[in-house]
């Protein structure tokens, strides 16, 4: 008994101290009725199909770089994959109802980190707006809007997130920012770089896309 | 009568069958020989022994099963005997893994500069990169511990195929068969390789111009940005030969 409690309060202690950061932008107000187009405006993109992208990992002071590709099977179905310049395959799975099948994982990281880290980054590309009404919120700090999804994102509450007219996503955790990502655009519904931080499993990232398709 | 008439057509049909098969696999043989395996291995060392550098540019095709069409980059290999290489990628984005034969260093050209990757990968990639070098100067014979060797003349354009198929288990997961597509004689020129992946995926780098011991820029295999003076050992030689036209 005495043990459990021990590993209880310290489960607790290495949340508190590693898990999701303590922000004061985590700080949103309550649900309100902003203006939905605003988010309208921003999502979704034109992504290209087959998208191209250069992917780049920080994570324990490594950083893995991979070249990759994503392509659309249907309307829920995404294909996703990379490989190294040396042309051997990293990763390769499939999004499909609502869930991933890794079909081949070289990257020396465990299944379960490679689908929280590269396939769900990937993956914001194509997340969906809700329909409107949904609960939309200010946050005090940068005047950010963040728009309440029913889908989880990072082990959080996923969040469509607009700031200064800039388009990313978020994911709030028991009050606190565990993921944040942010967009660069060319244009208006073009995004050129994704500049993500996910505090849940401690790592940087980087989807920068390349304009260019496949052999014709 | 009728007895001697019957073997009268036997032989005549033997004789026709052995004319028929030696025209069809001499045809055959003087189109497409291939050569046993130990003597070409020979021939393609002995070629490559004089080797002292080596610049290639080359087109990468990244093959996924669920894709129709491949992925396609380019970029340029240098090499220097016995263990020096420079692998840079060009389009559609800039990266430089180079070797001085004791450490390799990767590189990737982001807003304006050339900043070096962390890896923790880097030791086997360095394997691989020996590997290439390896390739480069045609030394196959001390391959034979982790491939099995087998030629072939399976390659319409070219003179044989050589292909590896990994002997260890645990390569096997990763590469089902390379194979490496040699010129005719008595250039030798490693046109092409291609890597099998296990469930279809496939990889081809494909040589497309080659430059052979020429002076390679000073800091080719340590420094990132001379990429620019590598990228001009290929326009010089294009200038050289329209000149020439």
């Known amino acids: ?216 | 009568m009728r007895r001697s008439m019957i073997l009268r057509w036997i032989k005549r049909s033997i004789y026709s069958a052995i004319i028929m098969t030696h025209i069809a696999f001499g045809v055959a043989a003087e189109r497409n020989p291939v050569p046993a395996l130990e003597d070409f291995l020979k021939h393609l060392e002995k070629r490559h022994s004089n080797m002292k550098t080596l610049a290639a540019r080359f087109r990468q095709e990244k093959h996924f099963s669920f894709m129709d069409k491949p992925l396609v980059s380019e970029g340029y290999i240098i090499f220097e005997s016995p263990d020096k290489i420079r692998f840079d990628i060009t389009e559609p984005f800039q990266t430089a893994m180079l070797s001085d034969g004791k450490k390799i260093e990767r590189y990737e050209f982001l807003d304006d500069q050339w900043r070096p990757i962390q890896s923790n990968a880097g030791k086997s990639i360095k394997l691989v990169m020996e590997q290439i070098g390896q390739w480069m100067q045609g030394k196959f014979s001390n391959q034979k511990r982790l491939f099995d060797l087998s030629i072939s003349a399976d390659d319409p354009n070219g003179y044989v195929v050589l292909d590896l198929e990994p002997r260890p288990k645990q390569f096997r997961q990763y590469i089902e068969k390379i194979r490496i597509h040699v010129s005719k004689p008595p250039e030798y020129h490693i046109t092409r390789i291609d890597i099998f992946e296990p469930e279809g995926d496939r990889f081809a780098l494909a040589f497309q111009q080659e430059i052979l011991n020429k002076k390679l820029p000073e800091n080719c295999f340590s420094k990132p940005h001379t990429a620019k003076q590598c990228q001009e050992l290929f326009s010089q030689k294009k200038k050289k030969e329209s000149s020439e036209d």
């Open chain 1, 1 to 216: 008994m005495i043990y459990k409690c021990l590993f209880i309060s310290l489960l607790v202690l290495f949340t508190f101290l590693f898990g999701c950061r303590s922000l004061p932008d985590a700080e949103l107000g309550n649900c309100e009725d902003f203006d939905y187009d605003i988010f309208a405006k921003n999502f979704p993109f034109d992504i290209p199909d087959p998208l191209q992208y250069r992917y780049t990992l920080s994570w324990r002071s490594k950083t893995m770089i991979a070249n990759g590709i994503a392509h659309k099977i249907d309307k829920s179905g995404v294909n996703i994959a990379g490989f190294s310049n040396l042309g051997m395959t990293l990763y390769s799975a499939q999004w499909q109802d609502n869930h991933f099948e890794i079909l081949k994982n070289n990257t020396g990281m465990s299944d379960k980190f490679l689908k929280r880290s590269i396939l769900f980054d990937v993956l914001l590309l194509y997340r969906q707006l809700p329909a409107a009404g949904n609960c939309i919120r200010r946050d005090g700090l940068d005047g950010s809007l963040w728009l309440e999804t029913k889908r989880q994102l990072a082990d959080g509450t996923g969040y469509f997130v607009v700031v200064d007219g800039q388009p990313g996503w978020g994911a709030i955790k028991n009050g606190k920012v565990c993921f944040k990502a942010v967009v660069e655009q060319q244009n208006m519904k073009t995004p050129t770089k994704i500049t993500i931080e996910n505090f849940s499993e401690a790592y940087k990232s980087e989807i920068r896309l390349i304009n260019k398709n496949p052999a014709k």
